[in-house]
């Protein structure tokens, strides 16, 4: 054999033995045994602010699902929440059967800013005083400025539904207000009167006594108990009274007859 025809077959082994391996490669890259390097995150930073300067606060993503997994978190979800609504509501027909049942006490001598400190207090001690506590709860995709002072936000309020875009401002601010689930005046009439100061200005920022609502269902409810008054959005009403009995519990309030009787028809539903 010819030193050029071995060169010849040589070359051509080695093509074929390259072809080979480049085959292979595209069999196992196409299988998924192989899989080209993730590109890298790409780094983040954040300027920072001055104390006075507005933020924006969002919340945050959640992790990437399957559908398998996102359909049985979904699953579990639903029947964890139905086991808490239920205990919650069983635990709110409890309390309220050990409730007082009394007419109301008058309301003579009630002063809202004597008897139960003015409008907002920062009872907490965390620097920030009540209403802006209950906004930056209650609303979201809201921007403050400084630590505390919530400047826009967005509302669906609990009692109607109704979406509500809000601005601070002298005649914007009032479309979004705190509601006192247990009014105060309420609250007076039925055992406050024999709370002291600091337990009644507790009671009067306590978060599980107040509610971020829209202006027109906080003045039509004004010292209504349930009797009287109840959230236009039935889907609220058992959620609403749980509060209501909880609050009265915590206090030692007691519950009028027509008070009693209202609750104890909504939490059949519950």
């Given amino acids: 054999m010819t030193s050029r025809r071995r060169r010849t077959r040589t070359s051509l082994t080695s093509v074929l033995v390259v072809l080979a391996l480049a085959v292979g490669a595209y069999a196992l890259h196409t299988a998924g045994i192989i899989a080209p390097d993730a590109e890298a995150a790409p780094a983040t930073t ?154 009644r200005e507790s009671l009067a920022n306590d978060p599980a006594n107040l509610f971020a609502v829209d202006q027109h269902s906080n003045a039509q409810k004004r010292s209504g108990d349930a009797a009287t008054w109840l959230p236009a959005d039935k889907s609220f009403r058992c959620t609403y009274i749980e509060h209501q009995v909880a609050v009265k519990t915590k206090y030692r309030l007691w519950v009028a007859p027509a008070e009693h009787d209202a609750m104890v028809r909504i939490l059949r539903t519950c």
Avoid: M
């Fill in 46 to 199: 954040s300027a920072p602010t001055g104390t006075d300067a507005p933020t924006i606060e969002t919340e945050p993503g959640a992790p990437g699902t399957t559908r398998a997994s996102r359909t049985d978190a979904t699953t579990a979800t639903t029947a964890t929440d139905a086991d808490a609504d239920a205990a919650t509501a069983a635990t709110a027909r409890a309390e309220l059967a050990a409730l007082p049942v009394k007419g109301k006490a008058p309301a003579t001598g009630y002063d809202r800013v004597g008897d139960f400190g003015t409008a907002w207090l920062d009872v907490d001690r965390n620097g920030c005083d009540t209403r802006n506590d209950v906004l930056a709860r209650d609303l979201s995709a809201i921007t403050r400025q400084g630590p505390c002072r919530v400047l826009t936000g967005t509302l669906v309020s609990p009692y109607t539904g109704a979406t509500i875009d809000f601005v601070r401002g002298e005649t914007t601010s009032t479309l979004v207000q705190i509601d006192h689930v247990v009014a105060l005046e309420n609250a007076w009439r039925t055992g406050a009167q024999q709370l002291s100061q600091r337990e």
